[in-house]
């Protein structure tokens, strides 16, 4: 079984039921890759100010921004390999990484495109787990298309198609 750490750094942050469709769309995208050994991701639910902090420190942009990935392994999208991943000593479980989440842009990202904030933050939580399993979208080359197909893939999975 996987787990899911969700952390807010600001009380009172977000909506109650966040963590519960964070952790349900980071399980449906771990299940619609085929993984089935346990894993480990650490999310942080934040705003604009936390994130931006965070963006600034570990990839020197100095701006917020929506979701941020922080993978632990170098891993080929499609081809999840756990001899090659990090472990958990504690656990056993493989250690996939860290994602951060601005909630508010959730919530302005939501009403924006119309589709409302559940819908955003399990988007969020979808893309930012296929970045921890190697997923990328540098271009709009077909990396970027192979990493849109399996998010609509877990998103109509989720039932939250657009």
């Known amino acids: 079984m996987s ?7 600001r ?18 995208a771990l299940e619609a890759e085929g993984i089935g050994d346990p894993c480990h991701v650490d999310v942080l639910l934040t705003d604009d100010r936390g994130i931006h ?22 891993l080929t999208p499609g081809r999840f390999d756990p001899a090659g991943c990090e472990k958990d000593y504690d656990t ?3 250690a ?17 495109y119309g589709h409302g904030f559940k819908r ?3 988007y969020l939580a979808v893309h930012s787990t296929l970045h921890l399993l190697g ?3 540098v271009d709009e080359g077909p990396m970027k298309a192979q990493m849109r197909a399996r998010e609509d893939a877990v998103m ?6 657009r």
């Open 156 to 161: 109509e999975k989720l039932d939250l198609t």
């Open 11 to 28: 009380a009172g942050l977000g909506r109650p039921e966040t963590a519960g469709l964070v952790k349900k769309a980071i399980f449906a």
């Open 53 to 74: 902090a965070i963006n600034l420190e570990h990839r020197q942009v100095d701006a917020p921004t929506d979701v941020l990935s922080f993978p632990l392994n170098d």
């Open 135 to 137: 997923y990328d979208h």
């Open 3 to 9: 787990t899911v750490a969700v952390t807010r750094d």
């Open 96 to 112: 996939l990484g860290d994602m951060v989440i601005d909630i508010p842009r959730c919530e302005q990202q939501g009403e924006e």
């Open 92 to 94: 056993g479980e493989i």
């Open 120 to 122: 955003e933050v399990c």
